[in-house]
């Protein structure tokens, strides 16, 4: 889906995606634990934040997404936290990050319109320090495809894959850096 599509739906993407968007926030934040410490001054790059559901650490977060809509939805949101901040950016291109500038990276239900995951997880790679933790849909019809490119784009990047959690709605998989 293009950003067109979600600058189109933004006024109700909170009340399509709320409960959906809540409950793999909540698996995120028990998967997180497992595997990195959040302390307060943790810096997470939240990758495809949509209107920032998943933004919602008690550390610092850095919201990006592609739809301009959205991302003033975010803003509006989390105007009071100074700890969060949101930019427009596309995952598609290199992000404005430094190397090693975020703990972790986290991106829910966002891989999947990637147009180079390969080049994705690079950048990713290059922006996170430990760990990236990504989901996608998995009854999407080309589940199959975008699960195979994710693996091949691990090994491409000589990343390691530590676990795959499947869930209802989205699949898990946390990658280490």
Do not use: W
């Not at 986290?106 to 790679?125: C, D, F, N, V, Y």
Request: charged share 25%; hydrophobic share 35%; net charge positive.
């Amino acid at each position: 889906m293009s950003d067109n599509y979600y600058n189109t739906i933004a006024e109700s993407y909170e009340n399509l995606y709320k409960k959906e968007q809540d409950t793999k926030l909540n698996l995120l934040k028990h998967l997180i634990p497992k595997y990195y410490h959040i302390t307060p001054n943790s810096k997470i790059l939240d990758a495809g934040c949509g209107s920032g559901f998943s933004s919602d650490f008690d550390c610092y977060v850095v919201g990006i997404d592609n739809s301009e809509q959205l991302i003033s939805r975010a803003k509006q949101k989390y105007n009071a936290n100074d700890k969060i901040s949101f930019i427009l950016s596309d995952l598609n291109k290199k992000l404005a990050f430094k190397d090693k500038e975020f703990d972790i990276t986290i991106s829910l239900s966002a891989i999947h319109h990637a147009t180079h995951l390969s080049r994705l997880l690079s950048e990713l790679k290059r922006v996170t320090k430990s760990f990236i933790f990504i989901s996608f849909p998995n009854r999407i019809t080309r589940y199959n495809d975008i699960e195979t490119t994710l693996m091949t784009a691990i090994q491409k990047n000589k990343l390691g894959l530590i676990a795959k959690i499947e869930h209802d709605v989205d699949n898990f998989f946390v990658i280490r850096i």
